[in-house]
């Protein structure tokens, strides 16, 4: 009988070993661990990019190019914005024009009224608040077009029916394709901080030559042959001449923000339409060209016309960077100080 019970007893010892050291055990110590971890929404939203682009054949930084290009349109308030993806489908769009529910839900009766929704999350649902509903019916309307670069932009023009859309989106996609990530942030001032240069707030000042009109940009006063840098990641848009602004830059950074650099001296010729360039990379160099024809320069001191001009979806405007130069003058000199 005394062995019976030593026996048990060795055998519920056997089981609280056991349980201690189980997998689920060892799951429950770990918990409040992983509770503690930092989410990186950057990330998410690259992996989501990714995982969609695999599912459907649209190449990942197309479907990022979209989502960007939607958070830059939108309004400061939007419902969107507080989303992981900001891609915004109207409920007509997402339902079906003739779907007598704009809030429709089931992918069988959105479907059959010819709705973009999809179902991307594998909960038999489209969600239009849903951000891997949102990115994979977006990515299949695409598809529906082609898997090709023109079949891919043919689709963003069906939906946006704008020019501009498409191609912002599509330098968008450029620029993310050549970096391999969305972890894109930070700025450069466009002078070296050791240059000799100088400048203060000119937006809206007069201007006589070619007609009356208002100065859109800022002058930063340098001398002959400053290089001039990319003030953000971007796409290079334009490069010649312009009668105004004499040899001049355009590129399109990642906010629909398009920056103006002008009256160069020269350019940097290994920077060619089509290229992607970093904050601090040299585009060209400061002159004095412009106010006519080709080659025309020595009408003004040297300097550089550096201007900023906004995309909203519908039009575009130029607006005073004079405070934004600042800006980065500062964190240049803070970073400068650091190392």
Partial sequence: ML????????????????????????????????????????QEKFELYQRIGTLTGIPWYFLAGVDQYERNIKKKDSEALKRLISIDIPSGKWAGFLNP????????SISFFNGMGKDGSGDQLADRQNNEDILYSFAVFLASYGYTEDDIRIGLWEYYKRDKAVEIISEYAQIYQTMGTTKLSGNAFPLPLHANYSYRSTWGDSRGWGGRRIHEGCDLFAGYGTPVRSVAYGYVEVKGWNRYGGWRVGIRDLNNVYHYYAHLGGFNKSVKIGDVVKPGDVIGWVGSSGYGNPGTSGKFPPHLHYGMYKDNGRTEWAFDPYPHLRKWEREEYRKKKKR
Avoid: G, H, Y
């Avoid at 010892?13 to 950057?42: G, R, Y």
């Fill in 3 to 42: 062995e019976v019970i030593n026996v048990s007893r060795f055998l519920v010892f056997l089981l609280i070993l056991s349980l201690a050291f189980s997998p689920s055990s060892t799951v429950m110590a770990q918990e409040p661990q992983a509770k503690t971890k930092t989410a990186d929404p950057e």
């Fill in 101 to 108: 529910n704009p809030e429709d839900q089931w992918i069988n």
